[in-house]
């Protein structure tokens, strides 16, 4: 089971971009998932998370300006980031604390605290 992440680049301030990241794998469940984020010098941070009930929980700094939501069916993640401003310049990762998925004819495991690549996110003018 991977986790890939996709859709940073470059923006200006006040603009908006999409992250997405889909699970790989014969899965059959996924926890919680949620996207976190490291600028230079500066330790991992939360941004925003969501529950496989669809509750999401987000990081002051973010609130009323990113949207995070999921597709079941797709096994993927977003998150929507709209009015960025400088300050949100990092790498974003997301994350997921635990996936099952089939292995081989009818087993079956659970890998846990999974992370994607991470996608670099650049706001400037």
């Known amino acids: 089971v991977q986790l890939q992440a996709s859709g940073g680049g470059l923006v200006q301030p006040g603009g908006s971009l999409r992250v997405s990241c889909a699970a790989s794998g014969t899965i059959f469940s996924i926890n919680d998932m949620g996207w976190y984020r490291q600028a230079p010098g500066n330790q991992r941070e939360l941004v925003a998370e969501i529950t496989s009930g669809g509750r999401t929980n987000y990081a002051e700094a973010v609130k009323g300006r990113f949207n995070i939501s999921r597709d079941t069916a797709k096994n993927t993640v977003y998150l929507q980031m709209n009015s960025l401003k400088p300050q949100d310049t990092a790498v974003y990762y997301c994350?997921?604390?635990?996936?099952?998925?089939?292995?081989?004819?009818?087993?079956?495991?659970?890998?846990?605290?999974?992370w994607g690549q991470g996608t670099q996110v650049t706001v400037s003018s």
């Open positions: 994350y997921a604390d635990r996936i099952g998925s089939v292995v081989g004819d009818s087993g079956f495991s659970y890998e846990y605290d999974l």
